[in-house]
């Protein structure tokens, strides 16, 4: 049940905490009159705050566990050996936290739905137990498709590529709009969505699908539409990851990125999404672990770098929401500086959230002493956590109570509307690459499939996998399906073994994921094309893997191996629905990168 009793206190311990939102709804303006009515109001506040709190109302850390005061004793002794304490409320109560994240799998945050509302309830508690009661902006990385957080019993939506393969400004805006309203009503008002990076580079390791595109414009239309469907829904956005990350052959994760565009090609490349975003009224925008020369000759990362993030976001761009910066416990951002020293760095920059910080006693450690030292001063916390508090105001937590009802999660999250919708808008980003012959859809005569090929895990369900999933959505289409796991990198037994197992069928579908030059994928691809069964290819991330696989009469891309995507690649294939994709990137030769093999806006339909 609700904590009513704590509900009450939120109402009644602090009157600066419940004035009425200044804005009433996200992504409106307020007046000039009504939004300095409300900075007076969020300064009185801020006015009672502590340095120390100050400063804590910055951070957004990690922590483990699925509950906010009783988390296994495993996840007591990590939180002990990595943040000093054995608890989320704990760690709100000794640094003045402002806003934590959760996440799936490794930190053990996220269970069911009922759970989260358990575990935001008890981080709300420990927050409004604070000197001066400030309710917390719980983020997380909800971006769909290949990086998604929520799995089990939230809806699962199309991500970035797929939408941006769909087309459809509608689609994208209802995605926005449907995460949105499922993440609010589990207490999370910050989603780290959506990716504003352009993907003009094939190898990029760490955006690829999570991008709208590779052409700006297009990729711009659709982040305005995302940010205008999650504020809609009452969750601030944040675009990712400026100044742009599009075109780089290294994960900031691991190691410092360069990207060599001119200030020409970045006005013409990187800028346009961020720009969209900011006309659209994004609330937050989070910064990129990488060096940009022709932006700062200096080479500072650009997390670090004012002259990217004071001098172009905010000064050229007129952005005056959050800078929220990307994890802190990445290497790209590590290179130059210590742990100490990089929050410190960040905030004289422009930033004003600190995320992820790999030790957070020696990050809030390091900004304490560099304000107590006057290297940061009272006023420029102030501007940060100002900023802070106008989110937090913006998406009701100073005006209402911040607990989640729980018959309000049952109602709204993973809700037959929900996913409805998803099923539909995953049909319209389904592309159908290659139809020789009239290959597809299947003929009702061929009801014996084999699904074989890559079949990585879900993202938030290791238990199910993609080769199995893909056959049981053919199973229930009315097909007699066996199926075969072969991997990423299957060798000559297991190659043999999917041959074998073709025989007798009337027709293959093999998945792929990911492939490159030297790849045993295609290996698997040529021998079962070679044995004159008919093969079906179906690309389950990677648009680019039709270049390495050379002559296959039929290939699709569902640009993620979630159920939504698989269940719509199914009812494609089968005919029950047409294909609609359009490819959003070029796919150029692979022994020939100069060459266009498909062209950005290319997909099939079965009038083709």
């Known amino acids: 049940m609700q904590d009513r009793s704590l509900s009450r206190r939120t109402v009644l311990a602090s009157a600066t905490v419940v004035a009425a939102s200044a804005t009433g709804v996200m992504g409106v303006a307020a007046t000039p009159a009504v939004a300095h009515e409300r900075d007076n109001r969020l300064k009185k506040i801020i006015s009672k705050m502590s340095i120390e709190a100050k400063i804590g109302q910055l951070f957004v850390p990690y922590f483990y566990g699925t509950s906010a005061t009783s988390p296994s004793r495993f996840d007591q002794d990590r939180n002990l050996r990595e943040l000093g304490v054995r608890t989320v409320a704990e ?40 000197p001066t009661p400030v309710p917390s902006l719980i983020s997380i990385d909800q971006e769909h498709g290949v990086n998604v957080r929520i799995g089990s019993g939230a809806t699962q939506l199309p991500g970035a590529m797929a939408l941006g393969a769909g087309r459809s400004l509608s689609d994208a805006r209802t995605a926005g709009r449907i995460s949105g309203t499922e993440l609010a009503a589990l207490g999370i008002h910050q989603n780290f969505a959506p990716v504003a990076d352009v993907n003009v580079n094939p190898a990029n390791p760490i955006i690829n699908v999570r991008s709208f595109g590779a052409d700006a414009r297009e990729v711009g239309r659709m982040v305005a539409a995302q940010v205008t469907g999650y504020q809609q829904a009452g969750v601030v956005a944040c675009a990712k990851h400026f100044p742009g990350h599009g075109d780089t052959g290294e994960d900031s994760h691991t190691e410092l990125p360069v990207i060599t565009h001119t200030r020409e090609e970045w006005d013409r490349i990187d800028a346009p999404p961020f720009k969209a975003a900011i006309a659209a009224g994004v609330d937050s925008i989070m910064t990129a672990h990488l060096q940009v020369p022709a932006l700062d000759p200096s080479n500072e990362p650009a997390t670090l ?133 009239e290959a597809l859809p299947l003929r009702r005569r061929q009801k014996k499939l084999l699904v074989v090929g890559a079949s990585p895990a879900f993202p938030t369900d290791d238990t199910r996998t993609t080769v199995p999933e893909l056959a049981k959505a053919f199973d229930e289409l009315g097909y007699r399906t066996t199926h075969l796991a072969t991997g990423r990198a299957p060798d000559a037994a297991k190659v043999a073994e999917a041959v074998a197992a073709a025989r007798g069928r009337d027709a293959v579908v093999v998945t792929t994921d990911n492939v490159g030059a030297t790849s045993t994928q295609r290996t698997l691809v040529s021998r079962l094309l070679a044995t004159g069964v008919p093969v079906v290819h179906l690309a389950v991330r990677n648009p680019y893997d039709i270049a390495h696989l050379g002559d296959v009469p039929a290939s699709l891309v569902s640009y993620c191996w979630t159920e939504v995507e698989l269940r719509a690649a199914a009812r494609v294939i089968a005919g029950r629905v047409e294909p609609r994709g359009k490819l959003p990137v070029p796919i150029q030769r692979a022994d020939d990168p100069t060459t266009v093999l498909f062209r950005s806006g290319h997909g099939l339909s079965y009038d083709d």
């Open 91 to 130: 760690l709100i109560a000794k640094y003045h936290i402002g806003g934590v994240i959760y996440f799936f799998g490794w930190a053990n945050n996220i269970q069911d739905p009922r759970q989260i509302a358990d575990l935001t309830n008890g981080v709300q508690r420990a927050s409004l137990a604070l």
């Open 305 to 437: 770098s004012p002259r990217i993030l004071q001098g172009v976001l905010r000064d050229e761009l007129g952005f005056d929401g959050v800078i929220v910066t990307d994890a802190l416990n990445m290497r790209g951002v590590r290179t130059k500086y210590g742990d100490n020293r990089v929050p410190v760095l960040a905030l004289k920059a422009g930033a004003d959230q600190l995320l992820f910080p790999p030790d957070i006693d020696v990050a809030y450690n390091g900004v304490l002493a560099a304000v107590r030292s006057g290297e940061i001063t009272e006023d420029r916390l102030d501007e940060s956590v100002l900023r802070i508090l106008r989110l937090k105001d913006k998406v009701g937590l100073l005006s209402s109570s911040p607990y989640i009802s729980p018959k309000e999660v049952d109602r709204v999250v993973g809700a037959r509307r929900h996913r409805l919708a998803a099923a539909r808008i995953a049909e319209r980003t389904t592309t159908l690459l290659v139809n020789e012959d």
